[in-house]
């Protein structure tokens, strides 16, 4: 069993920024990579930002240069700063883990609001 625990989300204004935490724990033996994606209301879920254990971080087209993704492989936590915040930022934002075998776990999510 793996267990994700997102925090930091909110409600923000147009050009702010929030801070989001995942703490990954449970059975955690070959992680491949942490990530976040999102969802809208309406929408399918999207990528956020991937890192990749002892690799490069990914981001999506619409996230880059704005956001930035960071992990502690000791801590297994993985944190993504989110700056100049849009209103088509307001999604809910999933934590997810995979490891090898096709181990694929998600959090429950945090929402994030950017409104005026």
């Known amino acids: 069993q793996v267990q994700l625990v997102e925090s930091g989300g909110g409600l923000v204004q147009p050009g702010g920024s929030l801070r989001l935490s995942c703490v990954a724990s449970g059975n955690i033996d070959h992680p491949l990579a942490m990530a976040w994606y999102r969802q809208a209301p309406g929408n399918q879920r999207e990528l956020v930002a991937s890192i990749s254990v002892g690799g490069p971080t990914d981001y999506g087209d619409s996230v880059k240069g704005r956001f930035t993704n960071s992990r502690d492989g000791a801590k297994n936590t993985v944190d993504l700063q989110m700056n100049s915040l849009k209103p088509e930022d307001t999604a809910v934002y999933y934590c997810?883990?995979?490891?090898?075998?096709?181990?694929?776990?998600w959090g429950q999510g945090t929402q994030v609001t950017v409104s005026s």
């Open positions: 997810n883990l995979k490891q090898l075998m096709g181990a694929n776990d």
